[in-house]
């Protein structure tokens, strides 16, 4: 019985493996661009985008900073090609809390 999952196991390994995440890149001043493709990973839009977006969230709280000016970008893939969003973005200065006046 184990020998004939052991084929099954090995090709869900596969899939699983073949997706990734780009390091973030500075594409110019305090922006910066990271880039999620689902390889052939059965994900939906929703969750590729989530991804990628938590990723450059990561990153500006990394640094003390928050995300800002998010734009995403995706290779439009339908059915079961690899789909891939990239997201732009900058980090920006987390303000203070603004205290009441009275």
């Known amino acids: 019985m184990l020998a004939r999952l052991a084929p099954?196991?090995?090709v869900l390994t596969l899939l699983a493996a073949c997706s990734s995440m780009s390091e973030v890149t500075s594409v110019g001043k305090d922006t910066y661009s990271v880039t999620y493709s689902s390889g052939t990973q059965l994900l939906t839009w929703v969750e590729i985008k989530n991804q990628t977006l938590q990723r450059a969230e990561q990153y500006c709280k990394s640094s003390g900073r928050k995300l800002q000016k998010p734009?995403?970008?995706?290779n439009h893939a339908t059915g079961l090609g690899s789909?891939?969003?990239t997201v732009t973005f900058e980090c920006?200065?987390?303000?203070?809390p603004k205290e009441d006046k009275q």
């Open 71 to 74: 734009k995403i970008t995706s």
């Open 92 to 96: 920006g200065a987390i303000e203070p």
């Open 8 to 10: 099954a196991a090995a």
């Open 83 to 85: 789909k891939r969003a």
